[in-house]
Each structure stands twice: as structure tokens, then as C-alpha cells.
């Protein structure tokens, strides 16, 4: 089928790489295997895919490397596929853009059902939006966020980001000028409470501003840090 959601399955263990593909494959998703990083990366450059599962744990180049070569190029949602006490790497990996993270050992229904959730939430998957009556939209100078359709535009231009940088600023936007605290952040959208990964919510409002710059440096200033405390989202006069 032609509108089957592309997945790629980068692991070097080769059991958990089939047992995905077959969960997966149930599911009716397109399932691709890379055995490693470099396998992986090279494919995910060359190809689109609607969700990447990325083993963070590789000989040689890594989940995490994998996933920040990836960003500089691409917005593809990632699951990043941890063992358990790699707490560490985890917020490695949320640094570099990672928008989830399954704990190893895992079952396939929960891989299944995470795949499924990140793929409503991503703007890539337009198949598996619900249609609404009323429009979701958040109308700015210069910033346009159509949450139906997972969409942001800056002064009339697309802005690609990822799902988890899309959450970000949907969530700052729909409070403006209400300051948010790097915790309340990292609770609300990333649903994630540990103490010493602050920096994850640093590094995502960091290549945001950078997407919307490009597009619009009127936008990207609608972005404020609010010393010591956290970050707003500030609505200009004009």
C-alpha cells in the first residue's frame, strides 16, 4: 500500500531488529533494518521514513551520533531504544533531538503503540491526522501554528521541525507571555521528571530559534529567555 508508514529499524542485534519488523509488519507499517550506525545514517539521509528506531548502544558510531548527524539534515521523528541504567545517554539523546525512548527490555506492543503515538503527532504523517470541525489554529505576527495539521508557518513559509520541537512551541505559544520553568518543560511536554537533563530543554529551544531564524528572525525573537527562570513565548506589538 502506498500510504503505509515508513519505519527503519537501526540495531545491531539482529533478534530485536526481526522481532520489531514482525510486530510492525502486523501492523501493516513498511519496515526497513540497518545492522549499525553507519548503515542507518546512510539510510536515513538517502530515504524518507515517517519513524526511525535507533539503538543508542552500537559499535561504532552510536545512537546518539547517529541521531546528531541525522539533525543537521533531517527533521525524522526518532525513538531512541536504551537499556535500562543508561540514564545518561538518554538525555544525550534527548539533547540531539531525539522525541522518545523506549527502555530495553521492552514488549513489541509498547514498541508498536509508541511508533503509533509518535506518528500522530508527527507533521510528516498526514494520513493520521483526524479531521476536526473547528480549526486549531494559533494566529501571530509573523507565526502561524495549525495544530490540525501539525503545521507552522513564519511570514508565509514552512517551517520543518520535529515533533517534539513542534510540542515545544505549541505549548509555549498556547500561554503567551507566561513564563515557564525549564522543569515545568520538561514535565509537560517531554513527560519526563529526572533531575540533571535541564540542558534537553536548552538544546531544543536553541534549534528552534535556529529553524525559525532562517525563515524569520521576527518569529524566532517570539522565543524569550527569561534569565534564572526559563522561557516565554512573547507576543510583539506590531
Not at 546518539?64 to 533531517?74: A, Q, S
Not at 538544546?203 to 530559534?209: F, G, P
Amino acid at each position: 500500500m502506498e500510504n503505509e508508514p515508513k519505519i527503519l529499524v537501526v540495531d545491531d542485534e539482529e533478534r530485536i531488529r526481526r522481532l520489531i519488523r514482525m510486530y510492525l509488519e502486523r501492523e501493516n507499517f513498511s519496515v526497513e533494518e540497518a545492522e549499525d550506525g553507519e548503515e542507518g545514517l546512510a539510510l536515513a539521509l538517502e530515504q524518507d521514513y515517517d519513524v526511525i528506531l535507533l539503538d543508542i548502544m552500537m559499535p561504532g558510531k552510536d545512537g546518539v551520533e547517529v541521531c546528531r548527524e541525522l539533525r543537521e539534515k533531517k527533521a525524522t521523528p526518532v525513538i531512541m531504544l536504551t537499556a535500562k541504567g543508561e540514564e545518561a545517554n538518554r538525555v544525550q539523546g534527548f539533547e540531539v533531538g531525539t522525541d522518545d525512548y523506549i527502555v530495553k527490555p521492552f514488549s513489541p506492543r509498547e514498541v508498536v503503540l509508541r511508533v503509533k503515538a509518535l506518528l500522530r503527532r508527527s507533521s510528516s504523517t498526514k494520513f493520521l491526522q483526524t479531521e476536526t470541525t473547528t480549526k486549531n489554529v494559533l494566529v501571530f505576527p509573523h507565526l502561524t501554528i495549525d495544530n490540525d495539521a501539525h503545521r507552522v508557518t513564519a511570514d508565509d513559509e514552512d517551517v520543518n521541525l520535529t515533533p517534539k520541537e513542534y510540542e515545544l512551541l505549541h505549548f509555549l505559544a498556547k500561554a503567551p507571555d507566561k513564563v515557564f520553568e525549564r522543569e515545568q518543560l520538561l514535565k509537560e511536554v517531554w513527560q519526563y521528571e529526572f533531575f540533571g537533563d535541564l540542558r534537553t530543554v536548552d538544546t531544543h529551544v536553541k534549534r528552534l530559534r535556529e529553524k525559525l531564524s532562517k525563515v524569520s528572525t521576527d518569529a524566532a525573537k517570539m522565543i524569550v529567555t527569561v534569565w534564572g527562570v526559563g522561557y516565554k513565548f512573547e507576543v510583539s506589538g506590531d
